[in-house]
């Protein structure tokens, strides 16, 4: 029963890290969300919450036998993941080749692609003979996208307005997240209510302008989609999101003139 989903996994060698870090990031949302559903918001007695209850119990359950198997086996691969990381950040020749058995390892770990990342980068510091090969180590993994997020020091944000705050990887994170976290608020909102209505039943959504102007009645039965405010900060959470991620291209130098060098 088990030989499809052994030759499946073995398959997938490039995309494990990716996989377990998908599954144990879904299982520990359920499971806090669990938490915050029966501890905060009382949904063990809520009977406005009791449609609930079920199916948190079961997300529950599920959540936390799956992290039980595949937290640790994600924190074994994030752990290789990260000094093969730094072995890729490091350019003493010393270090590279005191670490070079565990590198390997790591690399042979976490697939093809980061084993040919490391050859490339041994190769370019003199601990492998051969010539420098541009096309060897470009291939991608899906955990590149968010690396690439996360490291940015050089977002499209950063390219539209050319202030020194925008390329602080801290402002950079700040921003996307806030995008993320507010798009996905915005739809839920839209598609199925967040706020409460007269019955005191989570289905309305709100209307975001008038709720800004304090209207005694700020919110309408949802789905609702004909909020003009709602759609502006949907698509301006969208923005933030897209435009903190890398650019593409080389980052254009500034020239420096001759009344910058008088200044």
Not at 44 to 52: F, N, R
Not at 90 to 119: N, Y
Request: charged content about 20%; glycine content about 8%; hydrophobic content about 45%.
């Amino acid at each position: 029963m088990l030989g499809p989903m052994k030759r499946w996994w073995g398959s997938q060698r490039d995309r494990h890290l990716f996989i377990l870090g998908t599954v144990s990031f879904i299982s520990a949302s359920i499971v806090l969300w669990s938490i915050v559903f029966f501890f905060f918001l009382g949904g063990a007695q809520d009977s406005d919450l009791a449609h609930l209850r079920n199916w948190t119990w079961a997300g529950l359950f599920v959540g936390f036998i799956v992290l039980i198997f595949v937290g640790p086996e994600f924190l074994h691969y994030q752990g290789k993941w990260s000094f093969l990381m730094e072995t890729l950040r490091s350019t003493s020749r010393p270090e590279l080749g005191r670490q070079r058995k565990e590198a390997e390892e790591a690399a042979t770990l976490l697939g093809s692609v980061w084993t040919a990342r490391l050859k490339s980068h041994y190769v370019e510091h003199g601990l492998v003979k051969g010539k420098p090969s541009r096309m060897e180590g470009e291939g991608r993994v899906p955990e590149d996208f968010i690396i690439n997020w996360w490291h940015t020091e050089d977002s499209r944000l950063s390219r539209l307005i050319d202030a020194s705050i925008f390329r602080e990887r801290w402002m950079n994170r700040s921003l996307g997240s806030v995008g993320f976290v507010v798009t996905v608020l915005q739809l839920c909102n839209m598609s199925f209510g967040i706020v409460r209505n007269a019955s005191l039943e989570r289905v309305n959504t709100l209307i975001i302008w008038d709720w800004l102007n304090g209207e005694r009645i700020d919110s309408v039965p949802a789905p609702y989609f004909d909020d003009i405010s709602g759609w502006a900060l949907l698509l301006i959470s969208m923005f933030l999101l897209w435009f903190s991620f890398p650019a593409s291209g080389e980052r254009p130098e500034h020239k420096v003139t001759e009344m910058d060098e008088e200044e």
